[in-house]
């Protein structure tokens, strides 16, 4: 059974800093590009960034010289580190993965709250 499991979320102060951790559990053939998204209430789930096999790295425009995505390809995990957040930060972020099981499939993980407090 192949997932993606999340930790890091919680509570942090506005301008405080929080690191999110991604791994793949289970045995995928192959790992493509994985990401984060964030999603509050009522709206829908937006991209944060993503980062290819290769190391090429997307960001949105509300987390540029804030936030950085990293992999570590032989721990099959994908990291967000987040800085200077800010109360708008405040949602549930996703982990977001393409991986090859019988063919290539998108997974998501089961969520993790960033709470920005001012």
């Known amino acids: 059974q192949v997932q993606l499991v999340e930790s890091g979320g919680g509570l942090v102060q506005a301008g405080g800093s929080l690191r999110l951790s991604c791994a793949v559990s289970?045995?995928?053939?192959?790992?493509?590009?994985m990401g984060w998204y964030r999603q509050v209430p009522g709206k829908q789930r937006e991209l944060v960034a993503t980062?290819?096999?290769?190391?090429?790295?997307n960001y949105a425009d509300f987390v540029k010289d804030r936030f950085t995505i990293s992999r570590d390809n032989a721990a099959k995990a994908v990291y967000l580190q987040m800085n200077s957040l800010k109360l708008e930060d405040t949602a549930v972020y996703y982990c977001?993965?393409?991986?090859?099981?019988?063919?290539?499939?998108?997974?998501w993980g089961q969520g993790t709250k960033v709470t920005v407090s001012s």
């Open positions: 980062i290819t096999n290769g190391g090429g790295r």
């Open positions: 977001n993965a393409l991986l090859y099981v019988a063919g290539y499939r998108t997974y």
């Open positions: 289970g045995s995928p053939l192959s790992i493509s590009t």
